[in-house]
């Protein structure tokens, strides 16, 4: 359990560097290591003619020599893609890409999340070889499909794999498998996206058909929408390629031409302004993670494909009111997960489980628990004589989820995943077992001080519309290069109201009577104990707010800490 918050500058600022810039964003390139003006010139550009070329990743010449075939032959092409937003983007980016190219015999598959699970399953493969597929792409799986492999041959199906995910020591037996992160390729690019390898795929055809004189339609940059929501959402990181491409994708992506895309801005207030990573991945993309994780009737990749505008609308109303059903089942979950952990208190972990759990939003519960408990929770619904749960570990949790299942393994029946984020399934008869072997487990606590990195500290007055621009200007933010947190002391409250969910929302101002808005989402328990007139430091993000036609500067408080 964590008993403390220590705040801490994360880097030692080299020397600042005069840029025409606020000297507030000076001190934070200088924190993040910027030492030149030509350093940050660079680094603001992003030029897309600077990637390297698809034909660095190995195999790329096997893949595009029987994608040619195909092409020639007018063979029936499978594209097979994962069900998270980097598999569902990368598919609509490979099945629209190919068409564009020229491919007339193109189909696509996804597995189901909740009742095929995630991989290039091998039960398909002999129902693909009957609808006539001779060659399967797939795109953000397949490196370790070693089974569905070996079925692609019994059946005389070649196979292409297209994935970033990190291979065993002998990959699957396939016709090519191109994949940045194997021992053999030298490319460099193993910071890419699934979908990011897809797209490669589709810029080495674009190169061999333009070699042969061959015409098409497709343009790389009408992939780009789709693209950055699989950069941001799989969270790899934002350097070299990742970065130019995230950066002309989220240009793109405010102005998409896909129809399903532009019904669902319009419906969450993102239609003619300039948007951020974070309203992609924080605002935008969960609409779209609720789909697969109920598993009904709309998918995200029937919104990214259509294109008939009537189909669309229908579409986009189907996903919110999707949207809408998951945020009830999750809520409701969360309500019963906290009173059935209100018996156990006292336990270094959360675990509970009931059968009116949504399989589709345990994960989501568990992350919640998790973050509000600040110890390792374990949220499992009931199905029958088994419980399928999801395992969350808060950020400042020491250890490793699946070091915990390692030591209670006797008591489950599989277990898989990361350090912060993992499943399991074990038998009813075994829940007790299984909680006393958590308890001793987590009896000692890993962690008595959560320790929260900032970037520099700043005044309330340097916290502008300036520095904010400037800010737009170095984006985009994510994961290699964080969205700016800043240090803000000294501050007095001036008025403090209780949105809906609990969130907060405080009016503050510094000893030069500087005024700002701040909002608390999920806020910790002690901001409970704010009041008129408090005294406070706070950890924040800079951004907009964009309100009835109207753009001001506000402060998303990451932490709170109050004076005494």
Same mark, same amino acid.
Not at 50 to 62: F, Q, R, W
Not at 323 to 331: P, T
């Given at each position: 359990?964590?008993?403390?918050?220590?705040?801490?500058?994360?880097?030692?600022?080299?020397?600042?560097?005069?840029?025409?810039?606020?000297?507030?964003?000076?001190?934070?390139?200088?924190?993040?290591?910027?030492?030149?003006?030509?350093?940050?010139?660079?680094?603001?550009?992003?030029?897309?003619?600077?990637?390297?070329?698809?034909? =660095?990743?190995?195999?790329?010449?096997?893949?595009?020599?029987?994608?040619?075939?195909?092409?020639?032959?007018?063979?029936?092409?499978?594209?097979?893609?994962?069900?998270?937003?980097?598999?569902?983007?990368?598919?609509?980016?490979?099945?629209?890409?190919?068409?564009?190219?020229?491919?007339?015999?193109?189909?696509?598959?996804?597995?189901?999340?909740?009742?095929? @699970?995630?991989?290039?399953?091998?039960?398909?493969?002999?129902?693909?070889?009957?609808?006539?597929?001779?060659?399967?792409?797939?795109?953000?799986?397949?490196?370790?499909?070693?089974?569905?492999?070996?079925?692609?041959?019994?059946?005389?199906?070649?196979?292409?794999?297209?994935?970033?995910?990190?291979?065993?020591?002998?990959?699957?037996?396939?016709? =090519?498998?191109?994949?940045?992160?194997?021992?053999?390729?030298?490319?460099?690019?193993?910071?890419?996206?699934?979908?990011?390898?897809?797209?490669?795929?589709?810029? =080495?055809?674009?190169?061999?058909?333009?070699?042969?004189?061959?015409?098409?339609?497709?343009?790389?940059?009408?992939?780009? *929408?789709?693209?950055?929501?699989?950069?941001?959402? *799989?969270?790899?990181?934002?350097?070299?390629?990742?970065?130019?491409?995230?950066?002309?994708?989220?240009?793109?992506?405010?102005?998409?031409?896909?129809?399903?895309?532009?019904?669902?801005?319009?419906?969450?207030?993102?239609? @003619?302004?300039?948007?951020?990573?974070?309203?992609?991945?924080?605002?935008?993309?969960?609409?779209?993670?609720?789909?697969?994780?109920?598993?009904?009737?709309?998918?995200?990749?029937?919104?990214?494909?259509?294109?008939?505008?009537?189909?669309?609308?229908?579409?986009?109303?189907?996903?919110?009111?999707?949207?809408?059903?998951?945020?009830?089942?999750?809520?409701?979950?969360?309500?019963?997960?906290?009173?059935?952990?209100?018996?156990?208190? *006292?336990?270094?972990?959360?675990?509970?489980?009931?059968?009116?759990?949504?399989?589709?939003?345990?994960?989501? #519960?568990?992350?919640?628990?998790?973050?509000?408990?600040?110890?390792?929770?374990?949220? =499992?619904?009931?199905?029958?004589?088994?419980? #399928?749960?999801?395992?969350?570990?808060?950020?400042?949790?020491?250890?490793?989820?699946?070091?915990?299942?390692?030591?209670?393994?006797?008591?489950?029946?599989?277990?898989?995943?990361?350090?912060?984020?993992? @499943?399991?399934?074990?038998?009813?008869?075994?829940?007790?077992?299984?909680?006393?072997?958590?308890?001793?487990?987590?009896?000692?606590?890993?962690?008595?001080?959560?320790?929260?990195?900032?970037?520099?500290?700043?005044?309330?007055?340097?916290?502008?519309?300036?520095?904010?621009?400037?800010?737009?200007?170095?984006?985009?933010?994510?994961?290699?290069?964080?969205?700016?947190?800043?240090?803000?002391?000294?501050?007095?409250?001036?008025?403090?109201?209780?949105?809906?969910?609990?969130?907060?929302?405080?009016?503050?101002? *510094?000893?030069?009577?500087?005024?700002?808005?701040?909002?608390?989402?999920?806020?910790?328990?002690?901001?409970?104990?704010?009041?008129?007139?408090?005294?406070?430091?706070?950890? #924040?993000?800079?951004?907009?707010?964009?309100?009835? @036609?109207?753009?001001?500067?506000?402060?998303?408080?990451?932490?709170?800490?109050?004076?005494?």
């Amino acid at each position: 359990m964590i008993l403390s918050r220590e705040w801490q500058l994360k880097n030692t600022p080299v020397e600042d560097v005069l840029l025409p810039f606020p000297l507030l964003i000076n001190r934070l390139l200088a924190s993040r290591g910027f030492s030149s003006e030509e350093m940050v010139r660079d680094f603001i550009s992003s030029s897309l003619r600077h990637m390297k070329s698809p034909y =660095a990743l190995k195999d790329m010449e096997l893949a595009v020599k029987r994608l040619r075939q195909a092409f020639e032959n007018d063979e029936s092409v499978l594209v097979y893609g994962d069900f998270d937003l980097d598999g569902s983007s990368g598919l609509a980016i490979l099945v629209d890409g190919l068409k564009d190219l020229g491919f007339s015999n193109i189909s696509y598959f996804q597995p189901k999340r909740l009742s095929d @699970g995630y991989g290039l399953h091998a039960k398909f493969i002999e129902t693909f070889k009957k609808q006539g597929v001779n060659l399967i792409v797939t795109v953000d799986l397949g490196i370790t499909a070693m089974e569905a492999a070996l079925e692609c041959k019994q059946q005389g199906i070649d196979l292409i794999i297209t994935d970033n995910h990190l291979p065993k020591e002998t990959l699957p037996d396939a016709y =090519a498998v191109i994949n940045p992160n194997r021992s053999d390729c030298d490319s460099g690019l193993g910071y890419f996206c699934g979908a990011g390898v897809g797209y490669y795929l589709l810029l =080495a055809l674009k190169m061999k058909w333009a070699e042969l004189g061959t015409p098409h339609s497709w343009d790389p940059k009408s992939s780009l *929408d789709l693209l950055v929501v699989a950069i941001l959402t *799989d969270m790899v990181p934002l350097k070299n390629e990742n970065r130019a491409l995230a950066k002309h994708g989220i240009a793109h992506f405010q102005n998409t031409k896909r129809p399903a895309l532009q019904y669902l801005l319009k419906s969450l207030n993102m239609i @003619g302004r300039p948007l951020s990573g974070q309203d992609i991945a924080i605002g935008f993309a969960p609409k779209l993670n609720a789909l697969s994780r109920l598993e009904q009737d709309v998918l995200p990749i029937d919104l990214f494909l259509e294109k008939d505008i009537s189909k669309a609308a229908k579409l986009t109303h189907q996903a919110i009111q999707m949207n809408d059903s998951r945020k009830d089942l999750q809520s409701e979950a969360e309500e019963e997960a906290r009173s059935l952990h209100s018996i156990n208190q *006292d336990q270094g972990f959360v675990f509970v489980y009931s059968e009116n759990f949504h399989k589709g939003v345990i994960g989501l #519960v568990a992350t919640k628990l998790s973050q509000e408990y600040q110890v390792p929770s374990f949220v =499992a619904t009931l199905a029958g004589d088994k419980l #399928v749960g999801s395992a969350r570990a808060p950020n400042s949790y020491g250890g490793s989820l699946l070091d915990i299942f390692e030591k209670v393994s006797m008591h489950l029946d599989s277990f898989g995943g990361h350090k912060a984020a993992a @499943g399991f399934q074990l038998k009813l008869e075994n829940t007790e077992a299984f909680r006393n072997a958590l308890t001793k487990v987590l009896k000692d606590p890993i962690n008595t001080t959560q320790k929260v990195e900032y970037d520099i500290e700043a005044s309330l007055s340097e916290l502008n519309e300036d520095a904010l621009d400037a800010l737009d200007l170095i984006g985009p933010y994510g994961t290699g290069f964080p969205v700016p947190l800043f240090f803000v002391k000294n501050l007095q409250v001036t008025s403090k109201t209780v949105m809906r969910g609990e969130h907060i929302r405080l009016q503050v101002q *510094d000893k030069s009577s500087n005024r700002k808005t701040v909002l608390l989402f999920s806020p910790p328990p002690h901001a409970k104990e704010i009041g008129e007139g408090q005294e406070i430091d706070l950890l #924040v993000e800079l951004q907009w707010n964009y309100y009835n @036609g109207r753009k001001s500067t506000q402060l998303l408080a990451k932490d709170i800490r109050l004076r005494i």
